[in-house]
């Protein structure tokens, strides 16, 4: 293709060329013209101009594809505004003579549709510079539309917007026939013509005035009706041009006068309110009379679009300053009558509502404007419940008043839900100012008659609990008492029973829990409801309701409170269903309706409550429990049976009850194992099969679940895709054969608690939901029963589908199918067989015949079902009759349903069979899918044949390799010739792409000309994908291009990738934005610096009036900013790894920059609202200086008038979080450079002027400051961010010295800072967590050394002094607690350890340099408070031994000093994290003061008192017991502080404490611990405990022995001393010499003091060992002693023995060198070790002979 690279085409090498890359090669040189013209001068191009002309018009007669036709518009007119003008007139004719050509053969068609679209491209860049002949051109376009197809007039659509856009206002003589014309196409059948059309009339309304003056409703009435029908884009590009028409008639008056209509805001938003409540008034006069059938879900859906992207066009401020009127108006949809006509009707516009404010409120503005909207959102919901109460003041309130009232406030209640959980504990002022109170109106809604309202309260008291956790058991207790108060109004008992189950639902998401009280005491008054459910027949409904939802709520709380409360739960269970079948029988001949419906609802809520225990208390649920909790199940299994015949006899309106009751009892099936109910498999298939195939169920109730079953890659024919959008919420209600999107709280209560996430509320309707439930249990069940069983039912399947018609017939495939999804789906996982050949042949047939279905989502079900039952089938033969079924109907098939079917069924095979085992059908599935791709009359079935070829070139592997190059140009020439209108082919073209670069790999670095080929190929490919108008094909270029530049990444063009990726981050389309970012993140962990320089060229290259998508702050502020922006959980990740990769590679050299940057995210003070760039509202202008004097009602519509407003938003406290951790990061990755952390040398090296370079040492101030910020903000999780950040900075420069003041450090001047920013951690009502964490850093400031000065230090240890107070008096009083136990122990355990961490410092402080006479120190400032905390400290440590006793042991029934029975395994991480600093600590204070010493009990008098000896063995258990764990379980930091603690044990002088056995356990320890711990830290100090422990045996005459194995004491510690030996001079051991344990001792002790310290103090030790051998004679003379070495010698061969370390001449280290090798330089050591090797045998002999006798 280099011959292409030529700047007029080569014409002679085109005629040589194959058809099939003739396209390929003008394509690739156009390309390079285009990119050439601009770089040549004028004179150059105009040398060439004719030439050129020549060949660009004569391509246009030659058929070229879409994407080449647009080059060639381009090229011309970049060449005519370059070069000479003079010609552009006759090409403008030659187009024109296209254009009238009559010739309407297809082939002609691509000439017609080149001439126009270059005729488009031309006027829109030379505009004026055609002069007049644009009339005749426009007058030619519209007549060509009387007869042009839909790509013709497609292309005609976008060349009159393109004219309109050229020419401005000089066109205005055609713009009244232009916009005739595309007001009609606004409503064409073809949806890219309707698209096109908007685009073309919404670029009219700047330039021509005349339709602002009378067209405005006639516009707004064609836009609702193009709603109709229409597909995503069609609504979005729609939705674009109503806002965009609306906001400009706000602007009319400021630029018009009194010329036109003036529009105000409440008439704009009615026009909108209009098209949402009943559809528009362009509705058909039979659509008017029809009355409830006049409302459309498109259209609704599409006025949304209007809706949401009106107000975002008026941006932020306008927003702010009209928030009362819109936000009244949203809400107020719902109370119009006709928006509700019907309870789906009512939720799916219930749907839409909310999502218009969220997206408004909690997309476009910051906090504190969020908090306004709350504020006026509650105003709103004590507003509608002043209504209510004056309405309930009459005799009879209108349903009506009450309908409109509960719609409204359940938007509204949500919507504040939302808000306030967006906001986390920056909300906290909305609930405690008296003024803005939220709770008080919330709580209101709880007694109100609807129980959607009482559940949307419910909900946003879970919102605001989880937002604000210490408000979580205040509004417990609250409606608790309310609950008790208000027993005799049901709609009261119902509302307070809700917000409870919701509130208790909330305690899994708030870490710090409530009191386990809280639980038992809920759990008693929903015991007591169930109880007195029977004293009042009015109130048993509600209170069997109520109680059984709250016990149901209970259960979550997890099992350590339902434990205590199980024996009465299994009763309640028990005696809620008869306990015989004779009781059973008896119900049957008593009672009426109502006392049916009071026991039905009693039984589903107890079996609510079964399901919840069941999912949140597994581990309560042994076998005894669950042979328990099936005895209720059998009976209501049994009752279930009955249900027909009880339903005819009282009612249908039980059917509800019945269907509710068959919900919760398929739900706890698929939660308990199944092999505990097998003998009820027969009965329990029967009702499966029966729910999903509708067989008592007249209603064509379709299950949910059919899509997710499906495999995700099959996305793309599904138009699952649109799952991925930012409008998901409301475009989920117009999928078909879904019922995504009807979720409303109503459906089911119980998932107030159950729910997982806190977004979406809702359950879907209670028929879906059952089916789905029935669906998953069969799926289940069916891999274990017989296959007798498995033929019967696939053969009733069947008959099923043959015997119903039309709807129904549907809806029972659909349900079927998703079933045997399911059961295929578990045979796979499970590993279990499908069964005989019957049961296949069976599956088989039911599959082969949806292949032919005339749905598309059953034949995507059907190829799945195919492809996972080759899974279950072990056999080859059957997988290839399936696949020569399929050959043999591709090849005799000619309708689109077969082909496509068929052509997935291929795809599916190979994608669950792999390429290696479907090698033999490769051939043949890939020659048909590539001649089924070709066929261009059929684009349905183009898609599915390219999807199929997709999957087998994704799951082919090797054996694809052969096919890759048909495929590629299969792929290449497609996407030439397709037109862009055909979307979904485009779509399938990418992904088939994206699946032979993956099959290519690696090989696409290759020179050879067959891979340079395809490389170029891809590249050409990506490149027409990527100029595409559909997003979903942008984002999958950008993939392509992502997985191209892992495999080649020199061959992918950066320069001109990150741009466009930097374009794509305000891509008003999610998918777009994803793969744009996770481009980013790929990219920016090679090429950071790349990526960063690419991104700035757009600031630089950007005009003022365009709107930057890179700011001066480049693309890291980007990618902040986009963080505050997105919703979306994937993609704000992958920007937060994008920037954490860019920080590790840039911030080293560009430190400033970096630090500025995060800095400024993190001090934002100022929260000015702004949307996505520049407000519409801050564009108007005055044009008369006279307007300037106009009334204040004109400020509703208008922006700030100033001429630039550059305004944007706070960054909001999750963006904050992040920084804080970005701050942190950027300290980590300065700390390897000395300068950093220097300040006179950072000072040094910045004075030098040629020096850039920036330190961070420099702002330390405004570390300080940003971590002071942080630590004292509104939120908890921010302030918890701030606090270890301000650690970081403690640790950090805490030793930096400040060079003007000689023995003083940097941070000395930033006391008051650290002080300020650590005191409102400790105030009374700052959560726990955030105590602790102010404690830890406390204990780091004290410990720190910067405040040398005692009366600075006690700022911080007065606030620790009133930590230790607050702690003695919670266990003086019993103090209302707001959190759990857990949570209180948490913070108790850091203040312990805070003071354990200083005490050991002032201890440390003082043995190194005692304090001199009549001065204060740092322990006497601990000294007050240390027979106290010594207690304290001994209680951690009894508690954490009893934690650590394994779960078969039984605690105390109180628990121990710092938790209860509830909270032991809750508090185990925390006493983990904290016991190592008070054993230290409390071994400091009993050696000095006595292990016998009597210690305060002025605080927790509870707690036991010690024995001496008590104490000693506790304190060394515990140290021993962390000693002897494995490796992975304690830190280096931990062992080391247990060494210190046995060390100061062995220090303290109790040796009659420490027996024979103790000392050979701790021995056997630090052998241990020799073998598996490579820290030199801890090798030292296990030395000096050996040589404590030497001593301390040696005082003692219990200690000494002989020298056996096993039993002696010497022989332990011999042992130790060879091992460590051994570990610093690996030589010494000839087995170590060639291992990995020799290179790795090698490199890890470098530090020949230290190994030289080391070994002679093992050697001392080895000397004194004789003297602890018995004295078994006197010797005389010169035998004295001679036993002892005889014995010594013994004990020194077993540990040779032992060690395995023989002294071998040829491989031992010269003991002798190493101890006299400080100086000597390494060349000198190699001399010197070579000289003396033959010496070490004698010398090592003679040393150890010498140390030892």
Not at 1286 to 1291: A, F, G, W
Request: glycine share 6%; with cysteine.
């Amino acid at each position: 293709m280099e011959l292409a690279h030529n700047l007029t085409l080569n014409e002679e090498v085109v005629k040589g060329l194959p058809d099939h890359k003739k396209d390929i090669f003008i394509f690739e040189w156009l390309q390079f013209l285009e990119k050439v013209l601009t770089a040549l001068n004028r004179a150059d191009v105009k040398e060439r101009q004719k030439t050129l002309t020549n060949q660009l018009t004569a391509l246009l007669t030659k058929s070229p594809g879409p994407p080449t036709r647009c080059l060639i518009a381009e090229c011309l007119a970049t060449l005519f505004s370059i070069g000479d003008t003079s010609p552009l007139f006759s090409t403008i004719d030659i187009c024109n003579d296209i254009i009238k050509n009559r010739d309407d053969s297809p082939s002609y068609l691509p000439n017609r549709l080149a001439a126009i679209t270059t005729i488009g491209v031309l006027y829109e860049k030379l505009g004026r510079m055609v002069g007049r002949s644009y009339e005749e051109t426009v007058s030619l376009l519209i007549r060509s539309l009387k007869n042009a197809e839909s790509q013709g007039r497609y292309e005609v659509m976008k060349t009159l917007q393109r004219i309109v856009t050229g020419l401005g206002s000089a066109g205005k003589n055609v713009h009244k026939e232009i916009y005739k014309s595309a007001l009609k196409h606004l409503v064409d059948s073809n949806m890219s013509v309707r698209s096109s059309a908007s685009k073309c009339v919404k670029a009219l309304i700047p330039e021509s005035q005349a339709i602002l003056h009378t067209d405005v409703e006639t516009i707004v009435s064609t836009c609702i009706r193009a709603f109709d029908s229409s597909n995503y884009d069609v609504r979005c590009h729609v939705a674009q041009l109503l806002a965009y028409l609306l906001a400009e008639c706000l602007k009319v008056k400021s630029r018009t006068g009194s010329k036109a209509k003036i529009y105000d805001v409440k008439e704009v938003l009615g026009l909108l309110a209009s098209g949402f409540v009943k559809a528009g008034k362009g509705s058909s006069a039979v659509e008017m009379v029809r009355g409830a059938s006049a409302i459309n879900r498109e259209i609704r859906v599409g006025v949304t679009h209007a809706y949401n992207e009106f107000i975002k066009l008026m941006g932020a401020q306008w927003l702010e300053r009209n928030m009362t009127l819109v936000l009244e108006h949203i809400v107020t949809l719902a109370a119009n009558p006709r928006t509700t006509q019907t309870h789906i009707d009512a939720v799916y516009a219930r749907k839409c509502i909310i999502f218009i404010m969220a997206t408004s409120v909690q997309g476009m503005l910051g906090e504190k404007a969020q908090v306004n909207a709350a504020k006026e959102l509650s105003k709103v919901i004590g507003k509608q419940m002043g209504v209510m109460s004056a309405e309930s003041h009459t005799d009879s309130p209108q349903q009506s008043v009450i309908t409109a009232t509960q719609h409204v406030l359940v938007c509204s209640l949500q919507e504040l839900g939302g808000i306030v959980q967006s906001l986390g504990t920056t909300a906290t002022q909305l609930t405690t100012e008296s003024n803005s109170d939220i709770v008080k109106p919330v709580m209101s809604v709880l007694t109100h008659p609807s129980s959607a309202a009482r559940l949307a309260a419910a909900w946003c008291l879970r919102s605001i609990a989880i937002a604000v956790p210490a408000l979580l058991t205040p509004l417990l207790e609250r409606n608790m008492e309310q609950l008790d108060k208000m027993k005799s109004n049901g709609d009261a008992l119902s509302g307070f029973s809700f917000a409870i189950s919701a509130l208790l639902g909330a305690v899994s998401k708030c870490p710090l829990g409530i009191p386990y009280s809280i639980g038992k005491k809920v759990f008693n008054q929903a015991e007591e409801l169930l109880r007195s459910a029977s004293q009042s027949s009015r109130l048993s409904l509600p209170r069997i309701q109520s109680g059984w939802l709250i016990i149901g709520a209970v259960m979550t709380l997890g099992p350590s409170v339902v434990k205590p409360c199980l024996p009465t739960l299994l009763q309640l269970w028990k005696n809620t269903f008869p306990r015989t079948v004779k009781e059973l029988e008896a119900e049957n001949s008593k009672g009426d309706a109502f006392t049916w419906q009071v026991a039905l609802d009693g039984r589903a809520g107890a079996l609510g409550s079964i399901h919840s225990f069941v999912t949140r208390c597994g581990d309560l649920l042994n076998a005894e429990t669950t042979k328990r909790i099936l005895v209720p199940l059998e009976y209501a299994f049994i009752l279930l049976q009955k249900m027909p015949l009880i339903v005819k006899e009282h009612g249908a309106h039980l059917k509800a009850c019945a269907a509710m009751l068959r919900l919760r009892l398929y739900d706890i099936l698929c939660g308990l194992p199944p092999h505990s109910y097998e003998g009820a498999y027969k009965h329990l298939f029967r009702e499966l099969v029966a729910e999903f195939t509708l067989t008592e169920n007249p209603a064509n109730t379709t299950t949910s679940l059919l899509r997710d079953m499906c495999h995700i890659d099959d996305s793309v024919i599904l138009g699952a895709w649109l799952q991925e959008t930012d409008h998901k919420d409301i475009e989920d209600q117009l999928q078909p054969n879904s019922a995504s999107g009807s979720g409303a709280l109503e459906h089911d209560p119980t998932y107030l608690y159950s729910v997982s996430n806190n977004i979406d509320p809702g359950a879907l309707p209670l028929g879906v939901s059952v089916i789905d439930s029935s669906v998953r249990l069969y799926g289940k069940l069916f891999p274990r029963v017989s296959d007798k069983h498995k033929q019967q039912m696939l053969q009733h399947f069947k008959d099923c589908i043959k015997q119903a018609k039309a709807a129904r017939q549907q809806a029972i495939q659909i349900n079927i199918f998703t079933a045997v999804l399911c059961a295929l789906k578990y045979c796979a996982e499970e590993k279990r067989q499908l069964g005989s050949a019957v049961v296949r042949n069976a599956a088989l047939t039911l599959i082969m015949d949806m292949l032919a279905s005339s749905s598309p989502l059953l034949r995507c079900a059907a190829g799945e079902a195919l492809g996972r039952m080759t899974q279950c089938c072990e056999d080859n033969k059957f997988v290839a009759d399936m696949v020569q079924k399929s050959f043999e109907k591709l090849q005799s098939a000619r309708d689109v349903v077969s082909r496509t079917g068929h052509s997935l069924a291929l795809g599916c095979l190979h994608r669950y069979v792999g390429g290696m085992s479907s090698g033999q059908h490769l051939s043949s599935s890939v020659s048909i899918l590539l001649a089924l791709s070709k066929d261009h009359a059929a684009p349905v079935v183009q898609v599915w044949a390219l999807h199929a070829l997709g999957l087998i070139a994704d799951s082919g592997g090797p054996m694809f390799r052969t096919y890759v190059d048909a495929t590629l140009t299969l792929v290449l020439n497609s996407l030439l010739t397709v037109p862009p209108s055909n979307t979904d082919v485009h779509q399938c073209l990418g992904k088939c792409l994206a699946a032979l670069i993956t099959n290519l790999g690696p090989e696409l670095q290759g020179t050879s000309s067959v891979i340079s080929d395809a490389r170029l190929s891809c590249l050409i490919s990506c490149a027409i994908m990527t100029d595409h108008p559909d997003s979903l094909v942008q984002a999958q270029a950008i993939s392509c291009l992502q997985q191209l530049h892992l495999f080649a990444p020199r061959h992918v063009n950066l320069s001109s990738l990150v741009p466009r990726l930097c374009t794509s981050l305000t891509s008003p389309h999610l998918l777009l934005r994803r793969s744009s970012v996770a481009c980013l993140r790929q990219l920016a962990q090679k090429e950071a610096n790349e990526i960063s320089d690419y991104a700035r060229t757009l600031y630089k290259a950007a005009n003022e009036d365009e709107q930057q998508v890179i700011s001066e702050s480049g693309l890291e502020g980007a990618l902040f900013g986009l963080l505050d922006r997105e919703s979306d959980s994937q993609l704000k990740k992958d920007v937060k790894d994008t920037l954490m990769s860019m920080l590790q590679s840039l911030a080293g050299a560009n430190l400033s920059h970096w630090f500025q940057l995060v800095r400024n995210v993190l001090s934002a003070a100022t929260d000015l609202a702004s949307g996505d760039g520049k407000d519409l509202s801050t564009t108007i202008e005055d044009e008369d200086e006279d307007e300037e004097n106009e009334e204040d009602d004109d400020e509703q519509f208008k922006g700030v008038k100033e001429k630039e407003v550059k305004s944007h938003l706070a960054p909001k406290w999750p963006t904050r979080v992040f920084a804080v951790t970005c701050m942190m990061k950027l300290m980590q990755e300065c700390k390897d450079n000395r300068a950093h952390l220097d300040l006179a040398l950072a000072r040094e090296l910045k004075a030098k002027k040629d020096n850039g370079q920036d330190y961070l040492v420099l702002h330390l101030s405004e570390l300080v400051r940003v971590a002071f910020i942080a630590a004292t903000s509104d939120s908890d999780k921010l302030r918890l961010g701030g606090l270890e950040l301000l650690q970081d900075v403690i640790k950090t420069y805490s030793t930096v010295s400040e060079p003007e003041f000689p023995d003083h450090v940097v941070l000395e001047q930033y006391q008051a800072q650290v002080s300020a920013a650590l005191r409102p951690a400790f105030a009374v009502d700052t959560p726990s967590d955030v105590t602790a964490a102010a404690c830890e850093v406390c204990s780091t400031w004290i410990r720190s050394g910067v405040a040398r000065d005692l009366n600075d230090l006690r700022r911080v240890h007065q606030l620790l002094s009133f930590s230790l107070e607050k702690l003695k008096s919670d266990g003086r009083a019993n103090k209302q607690l707001i959190y759990s136990e857990m949570a209180g122990a948490m913070e108790k355990l850091a203040v312990l350890r805070a003071w354990a961490e200083v005490y050991i410092e002032a201890v440390s402080r003082e043995q190194k340099k005692p304090t001199p006479s009549g001065t204060e120190s740092l322990l006497d400032l601990v000294n007050p408070e240390l027979r106290s905390l010594a207690r304290l400290w001994i209680a951690i440590l009894r508690d954490h031994a009893l934690l650590s006793l394994s779960q078969e042991h039984q605690l105390p029934a109180e628990g121990g000093t710092f938790f209860t029975a509830e909270t032991r395994d809750a508090v185990k991480s925390h006493y983990r994290s904290v016991w190592s600093a008070c054993l230290h600590a409390a071994s400091l204070y009993l050696k000095q003061e006595g292990f016998g010493i009597r210690l305060n009990t002025d605080s927790l008098g509870s707690i036991a008192e010690l024995s001496e000896t008590d104490r000693f063995h506790l304190l060394l258990g515990v140290a021993m017991e962390a000693l002897c764990s494995r490796t992975s379980a304690q830190s280096d930091d931990t062992i080391i502080t247990c060494l210190k603690s046995v060390y100061t044990l062995l220090t303290s002088k109790r040796e009659s404490v420490v027996s024979p056995a103790i000392s050979r356990e701790i021995l056997a320890v630090l052998h241990r611990l020799m073998l598996t711990r490579d820290n030199s830290n801890i090798r030292t100090l296990s030395i000096n405990v050996l040589e404590q422990l030497v001593n301390t045996c040696r005082d003692s005459t219990t200690c000494c022995d002989d020298v056996t194995p096993g039993s002696s004491f010497v022989f332990s510690c011999l042992e130790v001393c060879l091992s460590i030996i051994v570990r610093h001079i690996p030589a010494i051991n000839s087995n170590l010499v060639t291992s990995s344990v020799y290179q790795t001792s090698s490199l890890k002790y470098t530090n020949q003091q230290e190994m030289t310290q080391a070994v002679c103090a093992v050697l001392n030790v080895i000397e004194q060992l004789p003297s602890l051998l018995p004295q078994v004679h006197q010797p005389t003379g010169n035998d004295t002693g001679s036993l002892r070495r005889a014995q010594c010698h013994r004990a020194v061969a077993f540990s040779l023995l032992s060690e395995r370390s023989y002294l071998s001449n040829a491989n031992l280290t010269l003991l002798g060198y190493q101890h006299n090798q400080g100086g000597v330089s390494g060349q000198q050591h190699r001399r010197r070790r070579l000289s003396r090797r033959h010496q070490g045998s004698a010398y090592i002999r003679n040393s150890l002979q010498t140390r030892l006798f």
